[in-house]
């Protein structure tokens, strides 16, 4: 049975720090894409970051460019986000994703090629 569990939300003053884990358990990490999104109230999911099965690329929508990093640890089976600078809009639940990955080459912004999802990690940022 596979499980995403998230773990680092909460409640924050704009400029501030926070870093999301997500540890994963019942599939091969190293053979999964990993990606965050997130969920505001009675907004759409949207991207936020993702990383390739290898670490060797990662991706990131403009809203967080520059202020997010995802990385990832194979031996832990968790991947991270470190998010600096956080402004009220980042206000959302985050969710860590999963997709099998056999090349590089995966489409890392869409929600549809993630086969697992967390339960998601609120984070919430005040002005």
């Known amino acids: 049975q596979v499980q995403l569990v998230e773990s680092g939300g909460g409640l924050v003053q704009a400029g501030g720090s926070l870093r999301l884990s997500c540890a994963a358990s019942?599939?091969?990490?190293?053979?999964?894409?990993m990606g965050w999104f997130r969920q505001a109230p009675g907004k759409e999911r949207e991207f936020v970051a993702a990383?390739?099965?290898?670490?060797?690329?990662?991706y990131y929508s403009d809203s967080v460019k520059g202020r997010f990093t995802i990385s990832r640890d194979d031996a832990k089976s968790t991947v991270y986000l470190q998010m600096n600078s956080l402004r009220p809009e980042d206000t959302a639940a985050y969710f860590c994703?999963?997709?099998?990955?056999?090349?590089?080459?995966?489409?890392?912004?869409?929600?549809?090629?993630?086969?697992?999802w967390g339960q998601g990690a609120q984070v919430t940022v005040s002005s």
């Open positions: 994703a999963a997709g099998r990955s056999i090349y590089e080459s995966f489409p890392y912004a869409s929600g549809g090629s993630y086969s697992y």
């Open positions: 019942g599939l091969t990490f190293g053979n999964y894409a």
């Open positions: 990383i390739s099965r290898t670490g060797s690329n990662s």
